[in-house]
């Protein structure tokens, strides 16, 4: 393996028959569509909930301390909330996708979601103290982020299992891409509801109905969640999933012809699942599949027993500590986990705390009547999402399978540290305008760059075995950066300024870059293939030296 040129490496049977029709990547097909939109809506809801938070924190000041500020502790740890429980969630979830398997897991977390959300909006503003409503906020809201969380790891890998390998990082990139609509459309909803609120706020001096505009915008996140709920409890496992895993067999050592029949059986399944709707999958084709495939276990370490033997097994964390013990496979891991955690940092950071840069564009909201105020942030908020949010993540999208993920991840990390070092150095003496146009190239090379490929990555360059536990342990390390970004951020800056803040997130940045340099580029390879390889090999050299000390015995 180690002769085959860099370009040739990993690559996997399985293309033989993935269909190729001639299409540009980001065309998708309707299974695809209906894929991206089933996987799609766990990061729609989570940048819908991080917007909202928010808008609610300060319609809450209204209904909770008369306009004045959320005592800080509290504030922080309702804003935290939700990113303390992703945390647990990415680490559960993702365990749990490959102990137990894809299709006995997804659903759960959407479920957790639905659940924590109308949790979230029975806070009993009218009889506990605003102390305790605020607890009660959060405590839901960490519940909420643990269903968020497992999103990650859980349709990361959904989608990487079944995604055809020349599509594969485009259609990672579209399920990720949601999160820009998620904020697009929370700034939507706010003004909407608080437009349908005018008349009794503004007209009628009712800021106390202002209670009722915080739960409708939450409310709101149900809608999706349920549209989406049944087809993911029902989603099929998928054939290439079981496909690469009878491939992995044959190539580490399945001596029968046998396996070679029931590759040729799931390659025509293959093809007749791509020709329609993979939803449609019957329960004795499904079946079928299951009598053919292996399930998601080759361990090294039993390299004599026979693959259907080791079809049985399923994983567990010993084996993962075992695969990562190794240096080759664990820089890997610390290149995807400390690349997230830097991203998050200075990506949460400033979306956190975007009423630093509404101050700059005159949409923080500062004076007028409580209406106002919060009609002012939504706004400000929409120019932020409509300028560089969305249109980065549409970037990656077109160009993640031409240009690849290292390089699109360097330079974004490059450039959107560029521009905060812009804002940074010129922070008190640019113009409106100036600061704007920086701010939304700062935004699309996050988008188009790090923020996209750090979700891609572990789902791309890990094998199918150990691929939601590694996306969980990463997606993970990136929100431990975002928290300790949204608790650091406001007293460092109060204490060194925000200009030093920014020049902290540009060094960030920089390092970022670096440790990119561990990852390979993951465009046309079969993470799967290359495990698949590693055994064969380690086979090999067992069997020579038992045959060396069988000589040497004789």
Same mark, same amino acid.
Do not use: W
């Given at each position: 393996m180690t002769d085959q040129p860099e370009s040739k490496k990993g690559r996997s049977n399985l293309e033989e028959f993935e269909r190729n029709d001639g299409r540009p990547a980001f065309i998708l097909t309707t299974t695809e569509l209906k894929l991206l939109g089933i996987a799609g809506i766990g990061f729609f809801l989570d940048a819908y909930d991080l917007f909202i938070i928010n808008p609610v924190s300060t319609m809450l000041q209204y209904r909770l301390y008369n306009g004045?500020?959320?005592?800080?502790?509290?504030?922080?740890?309702?804003?935290?909330?939700?990113?303390?429980?992703?945390?647990?969630?990415?680490?559960?979830?993702?365990?749990?996708?490959?102990?137990?398997?894809?299709?006995?897991?997804?659903?759960?977390?959407?479920?957790?979601?639905?659940?924590?959300?109308?949790?979230?909006?029975t806070v009993p503003t009218g009889t506990l103290s605003p102390d305790n409503c605020l607890i009660y906020l959060g405590v839901f809201r960490i519940l909420l982020g643990i269903g968020v969380g497992g999103d990650y790891p859980m349709s990361a890998s959904i989608t990487s299992d079944r995604s055809n390998l020349r599509k594969r990082g485009t259609m990672l990139s579209y399920i990720f891409s949601n999160q820009g609509w998620g904020s697009l459309v929370g700034s939507l909803v706010t003004i909407i509801v608080l437009l349908a609120y005018k008349p009794a706020m503004e007209g009628r001096g009712q800021t106390s109905k202002i209670d009722g505009v915080w739960r409708i915008i939450i409310g709101v996140s149900l809608v999706p969640a349920f549209g989406t709920l049944y087809q993911r409890l029902t989603l099929p496992e998928s054939t290439r999933f079981k496909a690469s895993q009878a491939l992995i067999h044959t190539e580490a050592g399945g001596q029968s012809s046998q396996d070679e029949d029931e590759i040729a059986r799931l390659k025509r399944a293959q093809a007749a699942e791509e020709a329609k709707d993979q939803n449609d999958v019957t329960e004795k084709e499904a079946s079928s599949t299951d009598e053919a495939s292996t399930s998601d276990d080759v361990d090294p370490e039993e390299s004599t027993a026979p693959p259907e033997q080791l079809a049985k097994k399923k994983a567990h964390f010993g084996e993962f500590v075992r695969y990562f013990s190794k240096w080759e496979h664990a820089k890997l891991l610390i290149g995807t986990s400390m690349c997230w955690f830097l991203l998050d940092i200075s990506f949460y950071g400033i979306n956190l705390n975007q009423n630093v840069v509404l101050q700059q564009i005159g949409y923080d909201g500062s004076t007028g009547s409580p209406w106002e105020r919060l009609f002012k942030v939504s706004t400000g908020s929409i120019i932020i999402t409509a300028l560089g949010f969305v249109p980065g993540y549409y970037a990656s999208i077109l160009t993640i399978e031409y240009l690849g993920r290292k390089w699109i991840q360097i330079q974004g990390f490059l450039l959107s540290g560029l521009f905060l070092a812009v804002l940074a150095g010129c922070f008190h003496t640019l113009s409106k305008p100036a600061f704007i146009v920086c701010f939304a190239f700062m935004q699309f090379?996050?988008?188009?760059?790090?923020?996209?490929?750090?979700?891609? +990555?572990?789902? #791309? &360059?890990?094998?199918? *075995?150990?691929?939601?536990? /590694?996306?969980?342990?990463? =997606? $993970?390390?990136?929100?431990?950066?975002?928290?300790?970004?949204?608790?650091?951020?406001?007293?460092?800056?109060?204490?060194?300024?925000?200009?030093?803040?920014l020049w902290i997130f540009f060094g960030i940045n920089i390092l970022g870059?670096?440790?990119?340099?561990?990852?390979?580029?993951?465009?046309?390879?079969?993470?799967?293939?290359? +495990?698949?390889? #590693? &055994?064969?090999?380690? *086979?090999?050299?067992?069997? /020579?030296?038992?045959?060396? =000390? $069988?000589?040497s015995a004789q």
């Open positions: 004045e500020h959320l005592p800080t502790h509290l504030e922080g740890f309702v804003k935290a909330g939700a990113n303390i429980g992703s945390v647990i969630g990415q680490f559960a979830f993702g365990y749990a996708a490959d102990a137990l398997g894809r299709k006995a897991v997804y659903g759960k977390e959407l479920m957790l979601i639905i659940l924590a959300t109308i949790l979230t909006m090379f996050f988008n188009f760059g790090a923020n996209t490929t750090t979700y891609c +990555y572990p789902a #791309e &360059i890990f094998p199918t *075995r150990f691929r939601a536990f /590694a996306h969980g342990i990463s =997606a $993970a390390a990136g929100k431990a950066g975002a928290i300790i970004s949204a608790l650091a951020f406001n007293t460092l800056s109060k204490k060194v300024g925000t200009p030093v803040v870059a670096l440790f990119t340099l561990l990852l390979p580029e993951v465009k046309g390879r079969d993470p799967d293939v290359l +495990y698949a390889e #590693e &055994i064969r090999l380690k *086979r090999a050299k067992k069997e /020579a030296e038992r045959r060396a =000390a $069988a000589e």
